[in-house]
């Protein structure tokens, strides 16, 4: 179930600009859990997919929750090395809309056990732009 949201989360304090609505599917007590962004390129080296899902993994087992965009490449492997219970994903789409489609089972494993948080309402499709304003 798709939901607006719009209570008071501390990380919104610290943006000078921030999204005047936000919407979730999933687990919001997460947003109370420490956080750590891994994002990064879409065609990652073997170096750098193996130490991202190391880093995701180690800091899942710890009690950081993972945050990333759910896209290609090093967000992809981010949320995997997290698992999707320990996962925020930030998408630049609508939460009706899985993009990309090569991470729809990843996103919808997020949904159920994790957390997607999207500030764009239905029916919104990803654009060069939207990824920009979602970072």
């Known amino acids: 179930m798709i939901v607006s949201i719009f209570e008071h989360i501390k990380e919104l304090e610290d943006m ?6 936000l ?22 080296s073997n170096y750098t997919k193996y130490y991202t899902y190391v880093l995701a993994q180690e800091l899942a087992k710890r009690g950081v929750v993972i945050v990333s965009g759910g896209a290609m490449g090093v967000d992809a492997i981010a949320h995997n090395g997290s698992k999707p219970e320990n996962s925020i994903a930030v998408v630049a789409n609508s939460l009706d809309i899985r993009y990309p489609s090569v991470n729809r089972k990843l996103i919808e ?6 957390l997607v948080l999207s500030q764009f309402p239905t029916t919104f499709r990803a654009t060069p732009w939207s990824f920009v304003v979602r970072n």
């Not at 599917?25 to 997460?30: T, V």
């Not at 962004?37 to 990652?44: D, E, K, M, N």
């Open 16 to 21: 000078k600009k921030y999204p005047k609505e």
């Open 23 to 44: 919407y979730a599917i999933g687990n919001q007590d997460l947003l109370k859990l420490p956080k750590v962004s891994i994002v990064g390129t879409r065609r990652p």
């Open 109 to 114: 494993a997020i949904e159920k056990d994790g």
